[in-house]
């Protein structure tokens, strides 16, 4: 067979296995094996056990569980409800109040734990169930907690760039530093768009009644809320701090992490022998999952490698005679239309060893590049049918809120996503900014 034959019958299979509901790993990995004989033979798998052990050599991949075991303890701790009711009450004068009170909580355990799940299941259950009591749209208070949940992929630490990092071999330092203003920027625009929406349509989000406000003073919700913030702040600057002060790599980081989130859950009293079996159980079940699909995405570049799928899809876009922009624009398009059928996890392994040679051929910045990937693949968390934020929210969501409400309500915050990225390509600085501040030789 030729290799463009061999090119489109291997994505032809990829997604005809996905459809059939097999795992992802599975999926990449028995197609690997199936067109490693078809095409370049068995002695390909000598190459592919290498690249295999090559992963798991892989140094930086450890500060994975690392930040997944903070991500779990973190949501036990109890610092997330005590800051949520603080806020919820100091902003409950503002229309929409409540809104920003979930992005700024979502902001806050984006930056202590980089994890969508807990992220979404700890929202859900606190910010959704308030947000209706008072009043508030289902669709809106849905699209607030799905996209602020969402920012963990994105704000670092961010698992998603540590893979990104092990496979673009950038330095994941400099991709979380020029994560942090993206990340905020994104976290604005959903403030911004709460704040007008609920401003011309205060029945959306009403205030908080005065009779609840005036149960706590001021400077009682203040004393609460900054008990509760300094901790997490603190974890914050131990994890990042020492990234970008070159005190710590990223792996080492995230064991610091961890054992300052370890001793925040025993300083607020939640520890247990239990909560610490189930929190390491739990990471170690997350851990296999990413880790299995890194060891089959390894497998299948490296058979579309050798049988000349790099060449081809090459050979395609040169054929289409697209200029720098309108590649970047075809690139950035098809991670979007991934995201609505597949994580992002299986997007940037099947992706970025195809894309990234492209955008140095077009003379884009590497980290430039690889950080667009990461901003638009905020949106496979949101985009129906199948987003994972969507199905988190749901299985948390009272009966009244249904899918469809769901649905409904992300799609302003897509859009966003998607006017945040375009601001990123007109203002590259929004990215590059801190990296060169930080890393400047």
């Known amino acids: 067979m030729t290799p463009e034959t061999l090119t489109i019958l291997m994505f032809c299979g990829m997604i005809v296995g996905l459809i059939a509901g097999h795992p992802l790993a599975f999926v990449l990995g028995g197609i690997s094996v199936i067109f490693a004989f078809i095409g370049p033979g068995p002695a390909i798998f000598s190459i592919i056990v290498g690249r295999i052990y090559g992963q798991m050599d892989n140094y930086i991949l450890i500060a994975v569980p690392m930040f997944i075991l903070m991500a779990q303890l973190l ?67 849905c699209g607030a907690i799905a996209a602020g949940g969402s920012l963990g992929i994105l704000i670092p630490p961010s698992i998603m760039l540590v893979i990104l990092g092990s496979y673009s071999q950038i330095s994941v330092g400099q991709l979380f530093a020029a994560a942090v203003i993206p990340g905020f920027l994104l976290a604005g625009l959903y403030t911004l768009y709460s704040l007008i929406l609920t401003g011309f349509r205060p029945d959306l989000g009403p205030p908080v009644s005065e009779a609840e406000l005036g149960e706590t003073s001021r400077s009682e919700l203040i004393g609460l809320l900054l ?58 079940r997350t851990s296999a999952m990413v880790l299995f699909v890194v060891v089959g995405a390894t497998a299948f570049t490296g058979v579309f490698v050798a049988i000349g799928g790099t060449r081809v899809v090459s050979g395609w876009i040169d054929a289409a005679g697209l200029g720098p922009y309108a590649l970047l624009a075809l690139m950035l398009a ?38 667009m990937v990461a901003i638009v693949l905020q949106t496979s968390f949101l985009t129906p049918p199948f987003g994972y934020a969507l199905f988190y929210l749901e299985g948390v969501a009272p009966p009244e809120v249904t899918l469809m409400h769901i649905y409904r309500g992300v799609l302003p915050f897509v859009g966003l996503i998607l006017l945040g990225a375009g601001l990123c390509i007109a203002f590259p600085q929004i990215i590059t900014f801190l990296p060169n501040a930080l890393y400047a030789k």
């Open 75 to 141: 949501s036990v701790s109890g610092v997330t409800e005590n800051m949520f009711s603080a806020l919820r009450l100091m902003l409950g004068r503002l229309r929409g109040g409540m809104l920003l009170a979930t992005i700024a909580i979502s902001v806050l355990l984006a930056a202590t734990t980089g994890v969508i799940g807990a992220s979404m299941t700890v929202m859900g259950v606190l910010a959704l169930p308030s947000m209706l009591k008072y009043g508030y749209q289902k669709e809106l208070s």
């Open 227 to 284: 008990r509760m913030a300094v901790p997490p702040i603190l974890l914050i600057f131990g994890v990042l701090g020492s990234i970008f002060a070159g005190w710590a790599t990223t792996t080492e980081a995230a064991s610091i992490g961890a054992m300052l989130t370890l001793a925040m859950v025993v300083a607020y009293g939640k520890f247990s022998w239990k909560l610490l079996q189930d929190s390491v159980s739990s990471t170690i």
């Open 334 to 371: 098809i991670v979007f239309v991934l995201g609505m059928f597949l994580d992002w996890l299986g997007i940037v392994l099947i992706c970025l060893p195809i894309f990234l040679p492209l955008a140095l051929d077009a003379g884009f910045d590497p980290l430039w590049f690889v950080m």
